[in-house]
């Protein structure tokens, strides 16, 4: 008679530092699960404490908390056997790790064999490697415990195998990337093909400061296919079943969620990292500036999506350089999303800034100084009706515009959340024409006029910088490749345009440092996957 185990992939968000209510949550998980006929609750890469959680884990009352909450884990005794991430303090050594909860105490423990210390991992900054695999039998079937790294490694999975492991249960925090899942299930199918044992993969949800955790666990067995994937962006309990079958573990078929387009599972990362943002924090709701350009058309309709249009404040704030067609679609788009919609003039705030600074002015030409205390007036009013509402200021800047500083600091920069600050211009063309597919929100002239900041008489990007479909590759090369100015140049790039856009890169270090936190969508993000100097020597176009 066949061996029969069934896995209840617990693809849940766990609220970093809140070791009580992720115990809870388990808990829960754990009485649905075997009311299904459960044999295993899988819960994800350190789920008592969320992923990461950072310095947190230093402190003393953070590793009493741990204790606590794995006490309560033991002591309720809910029936079926529990996987759950926590970190295993050891004296002065952590280890993030996985324990086997069984009939109210620790029955195994794995000890994170290989640990990330690169993009946004910095886990030897915490952690001790384990050295050694972990096999439980569960209802007769031999599986090995991995932990997130693990499988992108070689060596563990082998190690399992060669310790006589029948399958690898894989518990994950993988941050979302546009590419990610299709790099996960290829490094999932060598360690496959490596071993020839079926992996179940089971990864966290949720939205962490930068980061977005998507989700998409699956199943895949002995030949590399999958045969369950649960869906991207959503909490999930789903119940997968293995069946041993003369000595091998097969997956029973399941329900497989198809692969999102780019353009679809970058949009469902920006909606869930700012619903969890803003959810997180307890803020009552946002506010915005709506210019009638695409960047902040974009922003507003993920806000809705993420929080819904009662939650949503957008504020059109003209000037004397404010086109007639910015008014008319910035109102048109409030309209459609059912957003509380303000128009504030900031004409008589900048004269009066003009006119406090004519002294200090005398005898200099207009420059970007008057055009940076318009984006200022701006920014002042914005934070003074988040101020006194509540509501988190959401700031509408690109990558494209990060990276190379074309935006004013304390104006537009000003805020406490910047949802498209990872989407280059171009992408955010691209996804706006996404949500409009879903349903129009965006009036057609916002995706189709030339973009402009609209802070002088006929002003465009371009004045400014090279158009988008240069700029953003070479952006891309830089960033995401590390190319050099001489690598991106024999992708077919005028040297001097490169040289000139790599410097302000450089250049503006100082102000990426003093933005608001971002969704992280690409492969590297400003923020905790850029670790730049501000102070350097040195010159990218030599």
């Not at 002591?75 to 324990?99: F, M, S, T």
């Not at 105490?105 to 946004?120: D, E, F, G, S, W």
């Not at 900041?453 to 960033?479: H, N």
Request: charge should be negative; glycine fraction near 8%; proline fraction near 6%.
């Amino acid at each position: 008679m066949a061996t029969s185990l069934t896995i209840a992939l617990c693809q849940y968000d766990f609220f970093v530092g809140d070791m009580e209510g992720n115990a809870a949550r388990v808990l829960a998980a754990a009485g649905e699960a075997g009311a299904k006929g459960a044999d295993l609750l899988l819960c994800p890469e350190l789920a008592l404490t969320g992923y990461p959680p950072e310095d947190l884990l230093f402190h003393s009352g953070f590793r009493r908390q741990v204790g606590r909450s794995l006490e309560t884990l033991c002591a309720a005794r809910p029936g079926l056997d529990l996987v759950v991430g926590y970190p295993d303090y050891d004296g002065r050594d952590i280890y993030n790790a996985a324990a086997l909860v069984r009939d109210g105490r620790i029955y195994a423990q794995h000890r994170k064999q290989c640990l990330p210390n690169y993009k946004v991992f910095d886990e030897k900054r915490y952690f001790r490697p384990g050295s050694a695999p972990t096999l439980v039998d569960l209802k007769g079937i031999r599986a090995a415990i991995l932990i997130c790294e693990d499988i992108w490694e070689h060596e563990p999975a082998m190690q399992a195998r060669a310790a006589g492991a029948q399958v690898l249960l894989v518990i994950n925090a993988s941050p979302y990337d546009t590419r990610k899942q299709a790099e996960r299930e290829l490094v999932a199918r060598s360690r496959v093909a490596a071993t020839s044992l079926p992996l179940v993969y089971l990864n966290l949800i949720g939205g962490q400061d930068e980061l977005v955790f998507d989700g998409q666990s699956f199943v895949m067995d002995s030949e590399g296919r999958v045969t369950s994937r649960l869906p991207a962006f959503a909490e999930r309990l789903e119940l997968v079943s293995l069946d041993l079958i003369d000595d091998r573990v097969v997956p029973r078929p399941g329900t497989v969620a198809p692969l999102l387009s780019t353009e679809e599972s970058a949009y469902g990362a920006l909606v869930l990292g700012v619903r969890d943002y803003v959810a997180k924090h307890r803020f009552p709701g946002v506010v915005m500036g709506l210019s009638g350009g695409v960047d902040s058309a974009l922003t507003a309709a993920i806000a809705v999506d993420a929080l819904g249009a009662d939650r949503v404040k957008a504020v059109m704030m003209p000037s004397r350089y404010t086109s007639a067609m910015s008014l008319e679609d910035a109102e048109a788009e409030a309209k459609i999303l059912g957003i509380r919609y303000s128009v504030l003039p900031i004409e008589t705030l900048f004269q009066t800034t003009l006119e406090a600074l004519k002294d200090e002015f005398h005898g200099r030409p207009a420059d970007a100084t008057e055009e940076n205390i318009q984006s200022r007036c701006r920014g002042l009013l914005l934070m003074g009706i988040s101020n006194k509402t509540g509501a988190m200021l959401l700031t509408t800047g690109n990558k494209s515009e990060m990276a190379v500083g074309y935006a004013t600091l304390y104006g537009d920069m000003a805020g406490g959340f910047a949802p498209i600050k990872d989407c280059s211009k171009l992408l955010v063309y691209r996804l706006a024409r996404y949500r409009n597919g879903v349903s129009p929100v965006i009036p057609e002239r916002v995706l189709t006029r030339p973009p402009t900041a609209e802070l002088r008489e006929g002003q465009a990007d371009t004045d400014s910088l090279p158009p988008y479909d240069v700029l953003d590759p070479i952006l891309e090369a830089f960033i995401e490749e590390d190319l050099s100015v001489d690598e991106i140049t024999a992708r077919g790039y005028d040297r001097a345009v490169v040289g000139k856009v790599l410097s302000m890169v450089k250049r503006c270090e100082y102000k990426r440092r003093q933005s608001p936190p971002g969704i992280r969508i690409s492969g590297r993000a400003f923020g905790r996957d850029w670790r730049y100097p501000i102070t350097s020597g040195y010159r990218p176009q030599e």
